[in-house]
T-cell receptor, first 113, second 115 residues
Framework: KQEVTQIPAALSVPEGENLVLNCSFT??????LQWFRQDPGKGLTSLLL?????REQTSGRLNASLDKSSGRSTLYIAASQPGDSATYLC????????????FGQGTRLTINP | DAGVIQSPRHEVTEMGQEVTLRCKPI?????LFWYRQTMMRGLELLIY????????DSGMPEDRFSAKMPNASFSTLKIQPSEPRDSAVYFC?????????????FGPGTRLLVL
């Protein structure tokens, strides 16, 4: 059974810093790994999706990497801004095509002005 | 596109009552997912459909929960009878597997409180 873990559960950093959020998964036979953002009281917004054959994906100030052999993914946020404050969740797709996602518990990120 | 639409946004009910949550997926999407989010258990997949057919309901907690998708633009999640432990935020999401675009798009959620 796939299990996804995110460490730390919460992170607070000053504005402008670069930071890394971590995600680990127990079963390396994943189809893809996705990173989502969730604002308080809102739904999830997809940030990046990395296929199992890829090593990383980039979107603006965000870069996500995937290392299947070690069961890890990281989300790198460059030059953090207060608007980046949110909960970030990673999710591993365990079946081809159907995207049966298994989510981590999330990292609550606070960027202090 | 308006995105995934869920109703109601908030629901407060008493134990034993029937609760029906509704979802309209993004037009053209062929997969629909129902999730439940709680502080203790995080985000859990309850059931998902492909082309209106239930594919995997192994996440449905018990027989009190049922889900239907009568057509490509509408799905319901029903709880009967409801219990306080069902209190959670319920999300609907949809995706399209065509062209390799597999990102799931989430609705705003329905916040359910069972007293």
């Amino acid at each position: 059974k796939q299990e996804v873990t995110q460490i730390p559960a919460a992170l607070s950093v000053p504005e402008g810093e670069n930071l890394v959020l971590n995600c680990s998964f127990t079963d390396s036979a994943i189809y893809n790994l996705q990173w989502f953002r969730q604002d308080p009281g809102k739904g999830l917004t997809s940030l990046l999706l990395i296929q199992s054959s890829q090593r990383e994906q980039t979107s603006g100030r965000l870069n996500a990497s995937l290392d299947k052999s070690s069961g890890r993914s990281t989300l790198y946020i460059a030059a953090s801004q207060p608007g980046d404050s949110a909960t970030y969740l990673c999710a591993a797709a365990t079946e081809w095509g159907a995207q049966k996602l298994v989510f981590g518990q999330g990292t609550r990120l606070t960027i202090n002005p | 596109d308006a995105g995934v639409i869920q109703s109601p946004r908030h629901e407060v009910t008493e134990m034993g009552q029937e609760v029906t949550l509704r979802c309209k997926p993004i037009s053209g999407h062929d997969y629909l997912f129902w999730y439940r989010q709680t502080m203790m258990r995080g985000l859990e997949l309850l059931i998902y459909f492909n082309n209106n057919v239930p594919i995997d309901d192994s996440g449905m907690p018990e027989d009190r929960f049922s889900a239907k998708m009568p057509n490509a633009s509408f799905s319901t999640l029903k709880i009967q009878p409801s219990e306080p432990r069902d209190s959670a935020v319920y999300f609907c999401a949809s995706s399209s597997q065509r062209g390799g675009l597999e990102t799931q798009y989430f609705g705003p959620g329905t916040r359910l409180l069972v007293l």
